[in-house]
């Protein structure tokens, strides 16, 4: 019988994005590999085996100013308090980044866990998103 803890297989994505017109190189190829580095460094210490690839980049696509503020606008009209994110749009804006300026609202979700099946936003996250999203079509001009 094996002591100890059983064998496990753990994986997990790390989106590296940087704001809309850095330079990518230096983050992607600079601060990638110091994540992955850092990532090694802990895996040897705890004696297990790490392993990692890069499967996507992208070139971050630059939110629209006046739509910014037009969205800030709404936001505080609801109450809520406005936060700006420094990462650029990437695969979120690419389906249109290329025809029309954009601008995006992120809604928060539970434990900071987007994109996969685990993601999940309560009930008035998603109402204050509508609400923001209402008052901004209103306010769009």
């Known amino acids: 019988m094996r002591k100890g803890r059983d064998l496990q297989l753990a994986s997990c994505n790390v989106d590296v994005v940087e704001p809309a017109g850095a330079d ?12 992955i580095k850092k990532l090694k460094l802990i895996a040897a210490e705890r004696k297990i ?6 499967t996507y980049s992208q070139q971050a696509s630059p939110c629209d100013e006046h739509l910014k503020l037009v969205l800030q606008n709404a936001i505080s009209k609801t109450g809520h308090p406005v936060f700006e994110l420094p ?7 690419s389906a ?4 029309c300026p954009m601008a995006m609202l ?3 979700c539970h434990k900071g866990i987007s994109h996969t099946p ?13 609400d923001s999203l ?3 079509l209103t306010l769009l001009k």
Not at 49 to 54: A, D, I, L
Not at 118 to 130: R, Y
């Open 118 to 130: 685990e993601e999940l936003t309560e009930e008035l996250d998603m109402q204050a998103a509508v």
């Open 96 to 99: 249109i980044a290329d025809l």
């Open 106 to 108: 992120f809604v928060r």
């Open 49 to 54: 085996n790490f392993f990692s690839s890069k």
């Open 87 to 93: 990462s650029g749009a990437t695969h979120d804006a």
């Open 134 to 136: 209402a008052h901004f």
């Open 24 to 35: 990518t190189y230096v983050l992607i190829n600079l601060g990638g590999k110091s994540i």
